[in-house]
């Protein structure tokens, strides 16, 4: 049975848990005050491969560029662990305005204050819903 179950797991899309919580801590300790939420985070290992695909709200004023410059320093902090094995596709979200609380940096669109950095965990940072902030602060 053990065969068998490893054997579909390595067929199946599922998702390995000790590799994104890997992914998590990276994230965390190479955090950036314009990486406001990280979420919809998939990881799916094929043989030696990893696939790992997230979604990142950056502030809504950032330039091309600037959002850019933070998808690469993103890009390049988990390919440095998980080396050429990994497959990274980032998808980049503008803030609406709903994670402002969340947010710690000077902004003229804000529209309420600073409360606290989202704790990015496998809960918080797998979460697929349509509205992220309602997951973070009921």
């Not at 709200?57 to 390049?76: G, Y």
Request: charged share 30%.
């Amino acid at each position: 049975a053990k065969v068998v179950r490893d054997s579909m797991n390595g067929v199946m899309d599922r998702m390995d848990e000790q590799t994104v919580n890997r992914v998590i801590e990276i994230i965390n300790v190479k955090r950036h005050d314009h990486w406001i939420d990280i979420h919809n985070l998939r990881v799916i290992k094929h043989g030696p491969m990893i696939h790992i695909e997230m979604h990142i709200v950056l502030p809504l004023s950032m330039t091309l560029i600037e959002q850019d410059r933070e998808f690469n320093e993103l890009k390049d902090t988990v390919i440095s662990e998980f080396g050429e094995y990994v497959d990274l596709i980032l998808m980049g979200e503008s803030c609406n305005g709903n994670m402002c609380r969340f947010c710690n940096i000077v902004c003229d669109d804000r529209k309420e204050g600073f409360q606290s950095l989202i704790e990015w965990d496998i809960d918080t940072v797998t979460d697929e819903t349509e509205d992220h902030s309602e997951h973070h602060f009921p």
